[in-house]
């Protein structure tokens, strides 16, 4: 069983990182070279820096995925066939191809299904008043080569846009360019937030850096004033 790793905090918010994680578990053979891991098909480039930073900043407790989601994605309903994928952004991924149901079964079990249980004893232990999701997004895309990625950062939701019209209005008072459910929409792809956030009405930020903002320790520090300032904003809003 793979469980994520869990930050403790003092602070009414949960911090959550679906993506921080390039591990692949002992026994799984994704048929892939190993520079692949650094890529952004498997993992959100600086997320686990940026969201353990935050945790300190905020006084936070963060839940923190610790598996590739080439193994198994934690933000897709597990019954989605892309919740194991056979290929992403252009890449092949051969040992997920023709996986057996007993294999795609057992990774649910041993990785997806202890986070989100995880995530919810949680929520269920201290009911946070705020939720921030951190993820990453490349500045391009190898398979759209032609489409712009101009936000430096976006802010996702679906439904519930409480958090997310505060969260956009404190980030571009600081003169950014902030994607509003950008570079893609919460309403097509949002399955942590719309289990452990909508569902029980809690107000979510669903952050995305872009990742080459990320890739220094100055730029994750960057982020973290950045992002500890816009939580904060919208964490007094909610009151």
């Given at each position: 069983m793979s469980l994520p790793e869990i930050l403790p905090g003092t602070a009414d918010l949960l911090l959550i990182a679906d993506h921080a994680s390039a591990q692949v578990p002992p026994g799984i053979d994704l048929g892939i070279s190993p520079a692949l891991l650094h890529d952004h098909v498997a993992v959100d480039i600086g997320t686990d820096a940026l969201t353990r930073r935050l945790a300190r900043a905020l006084s936070a407790p963060a839940i923190i995925a610790t598996v590739s989601r080439l193994v198994v994605d934690l933000n897709r309903d597990p019954a989605d066939l892309g919740a194991v994928p056979a290929s992403s952004d252009g890449h092949l991924i051969p040992g997920n191809w023709n996986l057996p149901d007993e294999e795609r079964a057992l990774r649910v079990e041993a990785i997806h299904a202890p986070y989100h249980a995880a995530i919810?004893?949680?929520?269920?232990?201290?009911?946070?008043?705020?939720?921030?999701?951190?993820?990453?997004?490349?500045?391009?895309?190898?398979t759209r080569p032609d489409e712009q990625r101009p936000w430096p950062i976006g802010i996702l939701y679906n439904q519930d846009d409480r958090a997310a019209r505060r969260g956009l209005v404190a980030l571009a008072s600081r003169g950014l360019h902030v994607g509003d459910n950008q570079p893609y929409s919460g309403r097509d792809l949002n399955y942590t937030m719309d289990r452990h956030a909508e569902a029980a009405r809690i107000p979510y930020l669903g952050v995305e850096v872009r990742n080459d903002g990320l890739q220094s320790k100055g730029g994750v520090a960057r982020w973290t004033h950045i992002l500890a300032d816009c939580i904060a904003m919208v964490r007094r809003g909610l009151v």
């Open positions: 919810a004893a949680e929520i269920a232990r201290v009911r946070p008043a705020l939720i921030i999701s951190v993820h990453s997004f490349t500045p391009q895309l190898a």
